[in-house]
Nanobody, 122 residues
Framework: QVRLIESGGGLVQAGGSLTLSCAAPGRTFSAYTMGWFRQAPGNERRLVATFTRYDGNAVYTDSVKGRFTVSRNKANNTMFLQMSNLKPEDTAVYYC???????????????WGQGTQVTVSS
């Protein structure tokens, strides 16, 4: 079992920035691809970015490219999602997740955090 704990959500004005954190048990980053997902009210959970265990490369969905950055600190087993130039349409519950394979379908991911709310006001 992999327990993931997100933090850092909150309320921010459009154009502002926010950084989310995801704390993971040791060795999670070497065993799993990590991902950030979000789910807005009435919508399906969607992939925001992945961070592969093989090469450490990050892949982003088009709507956040150039605005969001995924990084990780292996020393303290924490992954970050730095979000800038936030837009009202970024409002959602954000989840971090872990999977042996970087599936595009969130239903196939193995482990999930509890989620953290991000609200962007216009």
């Amino acid at each position: 079992q992999v327990r993931l704990i997100e933090s850092g959500g909150g309320l921010v004005q459009a154009g502002g920035s926010l950084t989310l954190s995801c704390a993971a048990p040791g060795r999670t980053f070497s065993a799993y691809t990590m991902g950030w997902f979000r789910q807005a009210p009435g919508n399906e959970r969607r992939l925001v970015a992945t961070f592969t265990r093989y090469d450490g490369n990050a892949v982003y969905t088009d709507s956040v490219k150039g605005r969001f950055t995924v990084s990780r600190n292996k020393a303290n087993n924490t992954m970050f999602l730095q979000m800038s130039n936030l837009k009202p349409e970024d409002t959602a519950v954000y989840y971090c997740a872990a999977s042996p394979i970087p599936y595009s379908d969130p239903r196939k991911w193995s482990y999930w955090g509890q989620g953290t709310q991000v609200t962007v006001s216009s």
